[in-house]
């Protein structure tokens, strides 16, 4: 199956700064991504969508100011939590697919980045 | 809005027996649904992708099959072994074309 990175795998951070992941598609071009966020012993929730060159789509409740997401290339986007604090620690996932079709497509996921903010 | 339940929540098992995993989704007007894996502290591997149009998929000892229109799939893996124990999500593809996500079967087999 196709291949899926993020960076970094785990990051601690003081509260009031800024992080960036990156998430990055290897083997393919990824024209839909996808942001989850899971806590622990729960399932995946999503945060937004986004289209290489356009504007991400925000889930209810998800603060578009707060996370930024940012998808320049058919193979990265990049997901900016501002001024993080305790509460933003989660285990962070995001996902891509290829084709026009995002309907018919397999999704596929990256490793996750684990949040840690003190 | 979707919503997918998985039953059961946790099956532990002794290896060489063959694992039975059932997903509901309550929205039958589902595009596809994809069966993943998840190790503990990891992201979610692709175990099979069924589309709406499908009965059934394989791939090796896993197999999965859709009833869409009852809203349920069930994925079976086949001769169980240490490995395999992880959770497994189930997640339809709805019209909105977002994957749902049940809160997963956690699988332990035990040598």
Known sequence: ?118 | KQEVTQIPAALSVPEGENLVLNCSFTDSAIYNLQWFRQDPGKGLTSLLLIQSSQREQTSGRLNASLDKSSGRSTLYIAASQPGDSATYLCAPRSNDYKLSFGAGTTVTVRA
């Open chain 1, 1 to 118: 199956g196709a291949v899926v990175s993020q960076h970094p795998s785990w990051v601690i951070c003081k509260s009031g700064t800024s992080v960036k992941i990156e998430c990055r598609s290897l083997d393919f071009q990824a024209t839909t991504m996808f942001w989850y966020r899971q806590f622990p012993k729960q399932s995946l929730m999503l945060m937004a969508t986004s289209n290489e060159g356009s504007k991400a789509t925000y889930e209810q409740g998800v603060e578009k100011d707060k996370f930024l997401i940012n998808h320049a290339s058919l193979t990265l986007s990049t997901l900016t939590v501002t001024s993080a604090h305790p509460e933003d620690s989660s285990f962070y996932i995001c996902s891509a697919t290829s084709g026009g079709a995002v309907r018919y497509n397999e999704q596929f996921f990256g490793p996750g980045t684990r949040l840690t903010v003190l």
